[in-house]
Nanobody, 118 residues
């Protein structure tokens, strides 16, 4: 019922910063938990960060202290601010939505490439 589109991927040098945005199509977004996932070639998808409808956040250990997830419900937007980037952060990043705590992430964006050079 909700559609997601990611923006902001690109090439950045190690130690630099990049901000990813996820735009949602429906107002029901405001009640959904949101997450950012990433997948590198030949590797399985991993969770990067999540944020609940109430603003509670969780992060993968590998990005704690470097990445920040936030949401602007008035704009139906979720942002992933990435600082102190490392080459191992290189991946396709996906935005996802979870309608209920009893469900998985059922709605996904198309993904955006992030490449970090050493």
């Amino acid at each position: 019922q909700v559609q997601l589109v990611e923006f902001g991927g690109g090439l950045v040098q190690a130690g630099g910063s990049l901000s990813l945005s996820c735009a949602a199509s429906g107002r029901t977004f405001n009640t959904y938990a949101m997450g950012w996932f990433r997948q590198a070639p030949g590797k399985q998808r991993e969770l990067v960060a999540t944020i609940t409808s109430g603003g509670s956040t969780n992060y993968a250990d590998s990005v704690k202290g470097r990445f920040t997830i936030s949401r602007d419900n008035a704009k139906d937007t979720v942002v992933l601010q990435m600082n102190s980037l490392k080459p191992e952060d290189t991946a396709v990043y996906y935005c996802a939505a979870r309608p209920s705590v009893l469900q998985g992430y059922n709605f996904w964006g198309q993904g955006t490439q992030v490449t970090v050079s050493s």
